[in-house]
């Protein structure tokens, strides 16, 4: 009987997959350093303890051990040690990544939410999104009830150059073209009786179907046309 249990796609491992074709060691690399694993280096045993370079500690989940786990928790890299103290301004920098320059984005570097959304404490430990946080400080309180949108659409970018205050709604209208359901394009999707493209816009809450076309990029154009006319901060169909 022929033997299907998978190994490690790491060339030179080994062990038995685990996750997205990785053993738990270098899966455990990928969560906590964010790299795609390529050559075995040092394969993580757990004898060998915590996964971090020059830490014998038991490893406790993920490969890592109970210090260095919390600090990838708490700040999104086991190697930070604590929180920086200083006032909000000192902090939020610290946490910040620049190198791109003044008109690129900023890009938060400590703990982040599923979404990518950079997460701040600020006073008597009251969790804020860092893009908030950022706006803030730059341009002032933020009004009630209002979002902060990326206009690079970029999520961990607190450059406050790239928000903007706006409603919920606009904030949604800020979306990419592509990428959506199973035609790809916004606004568009396939008619699987007669074949042709359905293009539609909601706004306010209404949905207006705008008519079936023969081909998907006149659906595009009709979608792109209606939202230029309702939208307001549509930017990618602006550019």
Not at 82 to 98: M, N, P, Q, S, W
Not at 186 to 212: C, D, E, F, P
């Amino acid at each position: 009987m022929a033997d299907n249990k998978r190994t490690c796609t790491v060339d030179g491992c080994d062990r038995p997959s685990r996750k997205r074709g990785w053993c738990s060691a270098h899966y455990g690399r990928w969560w906590t350093t964010g790299t795609v694993p390529t050559t075995p280096l040092r394969v993580w045993t757990e004898q060998d303890g915590c996964a971090v370079d020059g830490c014998q500690r038991e490893a406790r989940t993920n490969a890592l051990c109970k210090m260095h786990y919390t600090r990838q928790r708490t700040h999104g890299n086991p190697l930070i040690r604590k929180h920086v103290h200083g006032t909000v301004a000192e902090r939020l920098d610290a946490y910040t990544d620049r190198s791109g320059g003044s008109d690129a984005c900023h890009i938060w570097t400590g703990y982040k939410d599923v979404e990518g959304y950079g997460r701040f404490s600020v006073g008597n430990r009251k969790i804020k999104a860092a893009h908030r946080v950022a706006y803030e400080l730059a341009e002032g309180q933020i009004p009630h009830g209002m979002s902060i949108d990326h206009i690079c659409r970029n999520t961990s970018c607190v450059n406050p150059a790239h928000l903007r205050a706006c409603t919920h709604k606009q904030n949604l209208e800020n979306l990419s073209a592509t990428g959506w359901g199973s035609s790809g394009v916004r606004g568009v999707s396939r008619v699987k009786k007669t074949g042709r493209w359905l293009a539609y816009v909601t706004h306010n809450r209404r949905r207006y179907n705008l008519g079936r076309f023969a081909t998907i990029e006149e659906a595009e154009a009709a979608v792109v046309a209606k939202r230029l006319e309702m939208f307001t901060h549509n930017d990618t169909d602006r550019s």
